[in-house]
């Protein structure tokens, strides 16, 4: 077996559908590959393409009508509350503008369908997309990779016969642009959004002009020349350019808009010029070396690899096989796919990562903050990508001066405030109907991603980047809290548990409400995290004081978390039924996973509750979409129950899966990749709750198998191997000095260093050991035998 099979997505046949192809990308620049024979179809993003431009879309006066809103809820009048919300809170002009695919760079080589011994393929460990074919005795073979060093998409042709290669390459896009040849016989395509105020009339011929972007790509060539091509359709203008009895040809495609005012132009010449002294074989190690820096840092080991494609092997699982290494290269996929789509210095993942062809895709491709654009990020410390994560705390920053005004402008509260969707342009209002969009508590659940990128990296540094945005989060939440005229207790109104409708006794259904069970979450975990953060970094007995004292006293006052009549951990102040009791959002559960407000063993009694709130939407129907299965497969995790995680893990390889291995929500939304991969590591090793958990959820079906490279709270690098379901042995490599608390299923036997030094360690309760550790050492564990 090939070794690159460990980490290989093939296939036997071209893509037909753009779902079907496979994803290219440096963070900025995204690229679907079809592989396709005759015509090869590569689909193009960039990042900053969107729709529109800035909009002031706070309602001025909104305000004022907070307090009646919130009278209604506390007198129980949520339907007339959730009213008035669209009445008076929803942004002018409503809805979101959606991100815009770029454009197709297209080549065609006549002849090709007659091809035999298709294969395509992606190797995530290099990234690189694969084609290769025969025809009439010569072997064709295309290499494709977007690089970060280079910011270009590379195309390479080669076969194996002389002066073999016949090709016409040209750029399209069918709206707003236009393609052609520059006098140098580079493809060029330049274009200017439409921006007009309703997505549904986008480019009907009416409105103003959004961003300006350009696509140029040249044509290299081994063995013959470039000549423009003449296309019927745009008269006497070449569209394309033709090679012919080439040997090898090279396509450097380069694209930019001018969001951030620069000319489109200037950027692609300069990048095209920049790499035009690199021959392919350089370019394609600059991307190698990079793409691999941050890919080779976790291995993972649970089966070995299967030789079929993708889709077969799918199929399999979905009749009832067990593929334990495609589990594992889902794994690395998701990690593959964050690092795509998000690198430093470029914008966070939206819904499809970077990836869409539609211009008005589904739910606007837009950055979704009620689970979305957190999911999304959730794997990316425990899977060893740090940097990855980077964009999104530069985003939540960015997105601080919006949300002020939204703070001021709708609840007079100081601090900032978000809601549900936003987009380029940082919108931060309410944006659609009350019932999914009226939630003023994302830069909460945002506070949660940016403390775990301080928490695994243990850095002061980044510590003192996130504070201030933690502190604005948690100024608008000290602000927003509210005395309940009932029953005391500081809660949030008018809000919601999100999307997930509630019925009242006397039949009411609605979303908004007060103080609802994840509110108090978010809450505790970010007012807990500011008083941390202020003690670490000395303020909190200085300047900021007085503002500890008030997040110490609003966490006294905030209401405590509730079991309902069924057992289950209340979403809602009252117990209320849930209209849909299988819904796909479990916000409620957010305490347990991702945060850590409860835990298994300091919270018994609401972890319990936590197993039967999800049991009970997965009776009724719940996990159905990609993402949200996803997130069961982590709350699984964190209960320890690795079978029941396991299981999870198998419907969404079976029910939310495309055959390219994308996540299904449906449609492709990228999240249940990210938050699947999040699942499989939390089965491995868990640091949450002030403890280091060596296999906490080994599924039972997991027998052998090892991993290599995950990360740790603390700024820990854990490897863990593994024989007959029981731990053999660990490997730590930590970054600071610390005390460790261990707990593993199988008992410790001896700690060792790089030098074979024993280290003592105390065990505080059984297969409980706390160890003393050194940054830039190695400590070794190893077990008892059985």
């Not at 694209?255 to 300069?270: E, H």
């Not at 889709?311 to 690395?332: I, M, T």
């Not at 006794?505 to 069970?517: K, L, N, S, Y």
């Amino acid at each position: 077996m090939d070794e690159g099979a460990t980490h290989t997505l093939w296939y036997d046949e071209p893509a037909d559908e753009w779902i079907d192809a496979l994803p290219l990308g440096n963070g900025r620049l995204g690229a679907m590959a079809y592989g396709g024979l005759e015509r090869e179809r590569i689909q193009c993003n960039e990042e900053t393409l969107w729709a529109g431009g800035h909009e002031e879309k706070v309602v001025e006066g909104a305000s004022e009508h907070g307090e009646e809103i919130r009278q209604l809820c506390f007198e129980g009048e949520y339907e007339e509350a959730q009213r008035r919300c669209n009445e008076h809170l929803q942004g002018e002009p409503p809805g979101i503008r959606p991100y815009l695919p770029f454009c197709d760079l297209l080549i065609e080589q006549p002849g090709h369908d007659e091809a035999t011994a298709y294969r395509r393929e992606l190797d995530l460990a290099d990234g690189c997309y694969r084609v290769e074919y025969d025809l009439e005795g010569t072997t064709y073979t295309r290499e494709y990779f977007v690089s970060a060093p280079d910011d270009v998409l590379v195309v390479r042709l080669e076969c194996d016969g002389p002066r073999s290669i016949d090709a016409s390459i040209r750029l399209d896009r069918d709206r707003c642009a236009r393609a052609g040849v520059d006098e140098e016989n580079r493809l060029l395509l330049r274009g200017q959004v439409i921006d007009v105020p309703n997505t549904a009339d986008m480019y009907q011929g009416s409105g103003g002009w959004g961003l300006r972007f350009e696509g140029r790509a040249a044509v290299r060539t081994s063995g013959a020349s470039v000549e423009p091509n003449v296309d019927d359709d745009w008269g006497q203008s070449p569209s394309a350019v033709t090679v012919t009895g080439a040997d090898a040809v090279t396509v450097v495609f380069a694209a930019a808009t001018d969001f951030d005012g620069d000319d489109p132009s200037d950027a692609t010449t300069a990048t095209l010029e920049a790499a035009a002294d690199r021959r392919y074989e350089e370019l394609k190690r600059r991307h190698v070396d990079d793409h691999r820096a941050l890919f080779d840092r976790v291995s993972l080991e649970l089966g070995d690899p299967v030789d079929a494609p993708i889709d077969e092997r799918l199929a399999a699982v979905r009749n009832g096989s067990r593929d334990p290494h495609l589990v594992q290269l889902y794994f690395q996929y998701g990690r593959y796919l964050l690092l795509a789509s998000s690198r430093p210095g470029t914008l966070p993942a939206n819904l499809q990562g970077i990836w869409n062809e539609e211009y008005d895709p589904p739910w606007h491709s837009c950055y979704t903050l009620d689970v979305n654009l957190e999911m999304n990020y959730w794997h990316a410390e425990v899977a060893n990508l740090a940097e990855c994560a980077e964009p999104l705390v530069a985003f939540v920053d960015s997105m601080r001066e919006s949300g002020r005004r939204t703070a001021r402008e709708y609840y007079d509260c100081d601090g900032f405030a978000a809601h549900v969707d936003t987009d380029l342009w940082r919108t931060t209002v309410q944006t659609v109907d009350a019932r999914w969009g009226h939630w003023p508590m994302a830069p909460a659940w945002l506070c949660r991603n940016l403390w775990d990128h301080y928490a695994f990296s243990g850095d002061r540094t980044d510590l003192e980047t996130i504070y201030p945005i933690l502190k604005d989060a948690a100024r608008f939440l000290l602000d927003f809290l509210v005395e309940h005229p009932d029953r005391g207790w500081l809660v949030t109104a008018p809000s919601a548990s999100p999307e997930n409708q509630f019925r009242t006794p006397d039949g009411q259904e609605a979303t908004v409400c007060e103080g609802p069970t994840m509110d108090v979450q978010l809450a505790t975990d970010l007012f807990t995290h500011c008083i941390e953060a202020a003690t670490e970094l000395g303020v909190a007995d200085g300047a900021d004081e007085s503002f500890v004292a008030d997040l110490s006293d609003a966490l006294e006052r905030l209401p405590p978390m509730q079991i309902g009549e069924h057992g289950q951990l209340q979403e809602w102040l009252e117990d209320y039924e849930a209209v849909d009791p299988g819904h796909r959002h479990v916000s409620h559960l957010f305490g347990f996973y991702p945060a850590d407000v409860i835990t298994r063993r300091d919270d018994p009694a609401l972890a319990d509750a936590v197993r039967t709130s999800l049991e009970r939407r997965l009776e009724h129907g719940g996990g159905h979409t990609g993402w949200s299965c996803a997130w069961t497969i982590a709350l699984f995790a964190r209960l320890e129950d690795g079978d029941r995680a396991l299981e999870a893990v198998r419907k969404l390889l079976s029910e939310s899966t495309y055959d390219s291995l994308l996540d299904s929500h449906p449609p492709f939304q990228i999240d249940g990749n990210f938050g699947g991969a999040a699942g499989i590591a939390e089965l491995l090793l868990q640091s949450h709750g002030d403890e280091l958990r060596l296999l906490p959820a080994l599924p039972e079906a997991w027998t052998d198998g090892s991993v290599e490279g995950l990360r740790a709270r603390g700024g820990l690098e854990v490897d863990l191997r593994w024989t007959d379901g029981r731990l053999e042995s660990a490997v730590l490599r930590p970054e600071h000095e610390s005390e460790i608390r261990i707990r593993t299923r199988t008992p410790i036997e001896r700690i060792t260093t790089e030098s074979s030094q024993r280290v003592p360690f105390a065990s505080p309760e059984p297969n409980v050991v706390s160890v003393s550790v050194e940054p830039d050492r190695t400590y070794a564990i190893e077990t008892e035998s059985e």
